[in-house]
């Protein structure tokens, strides 16, 4: 048996993962977060709070057979999602204590599977070189990513386990009540925007840049084969779905999932459109009988104004992972009405 801990186990990758890995025979898996989630027959999640490691160090010394680590823990900091980058001291202290401390408890760790993204480039400050290698140089000024690899490269030195970066673009995924969760944007401002009887809109300036996405159970496959891919050890790659798309051509199929009309796009700040929408929320929860997510909790605005206002090209080359053994894509056209049908099917929205 190999024995997986998924550090950030209820994010929008953490959650794919533990899901990909418990449903092969050969994997137990630990989920770790702040919440407790659901065990089932390989999963266990432990409630841990990986910024306080006295709280770590008692709840993990156990783990003594742990064979992977997947490291997709997270805190977004305050303000404009552009800023995320910025937050070094949560982020770099949630990895050095989630490896250092599974490194002490376990002689048997074979790899740390470490998720960054695409902001590696700078793709968060404005135009950058696309599509962007993962040799290109980084951009100037602080980003968390760099803290974290810098870290992990020069602890690792001395051990017999090895690293893998992968740097994917805004997941996509069903994981309502995360930070930088796309789909949750989308499903929620369509809805309110059909509940007010207007139609669908695109919010941003980013109507007609290209654009790239990574589907969460994409990724989860991808983790996987980096895991076990002997030729991954102590090596960064971009995962994306394969493909790119412009908003403009993709909107329309969004806004069918709704029964909507499309709307030439109107750029305007989703935080301040979203400010007074909580009582109009909470009586759409009522009328519709959706699953009880306070409008606070159901999804984050800075990131949705962050992602329809990059109107500059986003892509990364995928070649790299393509050549050393991971061949799988995703069409993002059709993830993306998948995606946003599961949340009407599962009663998030109407
Ligand atoms: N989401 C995207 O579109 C995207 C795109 C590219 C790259 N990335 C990168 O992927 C990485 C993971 O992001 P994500 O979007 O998957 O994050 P996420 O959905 O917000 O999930 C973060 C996870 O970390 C856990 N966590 C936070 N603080 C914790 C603590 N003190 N102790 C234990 N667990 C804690 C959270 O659970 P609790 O709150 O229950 O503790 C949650 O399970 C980040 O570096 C991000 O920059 C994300």
Known sequence: ?????????????????????????????????????????RVKHISVD?????????????????????FTAFQPGSGPAADFAKNITANLGLLVNSVSTLDKASS?????????????????????????????????GANYYFDQIDWLTAFQ???????????????????????MSIVSVIAVYAAIRKELSLPLAFPGKAWSSLYQV?????????????????????????????????WRHVWPKMAAVFDMPVAEPQPHALVEFMADKAPLWDAMVKKHGLKPYSFKDVVA???????????????????KSRQHG??????????FGRLLARFRAEKIVP
């Not at 186990?9 to 989920?31: F, H, M, N, S």
């Not at 076990?228 to 971009?238: I, L, S």
Request: glycine share 8%; proline share 5%.
């Open 214 to 246: 990574t589907e969460s159970a994409h990724l989860a496959d991808a983790a996987y084969w980096a895991a076990t891919e002997p030729r991954c050890a102590n090596q960064a790659y971009n995962i994306t779905n394969g493909d790119y798309f412009r």
């Open 1 to 41: 048996m190999r024995s997986a801990v998924v550090v950030g186990a209820q994010g929008v990758i953490g959650r794919y993962i533990v899901e990909k890995l418990a449903a092969l025979p050969d994997w137990q898996v630990t989920g770790l977060s702040r919440r407790k989630g659901i065990d089932g027959p």
């Open 326 to 335: 991971f061949h799988a894509v995703a069409d993002s056209e059709e993830m």
């Open 157 to 179: 030195k001395s051990k017999r386990w090895s690293w893998t970066e992968l740097r994917p673009q805004t997941l996509c995924g069903f994981a309502p009540g995360t930070a």
């Open 50 to 70: 990986m910024l306080d490691p006295a709280d770590a160090k008692a709840k993990l010394a156990g783990l003594a057979d742990v064979t992977h680590i997947f």
């Open 108 to 140: 048997k760790l074979e790899r740390v599977v470490l998720v960054t993204g695409t902001k590696y480039y700078g793709s968060h400050l404005g135009a950058f070189k696309t599509p962007a290698r993962e040799d290109d140089p980084r951009h100037a």
């Open 301 to 319: 605005w800075p990131f949705g104004d962050y992602v329809f206002n990059c109107d500059w090209d986003v892509m990364t080359s995928v070649t």
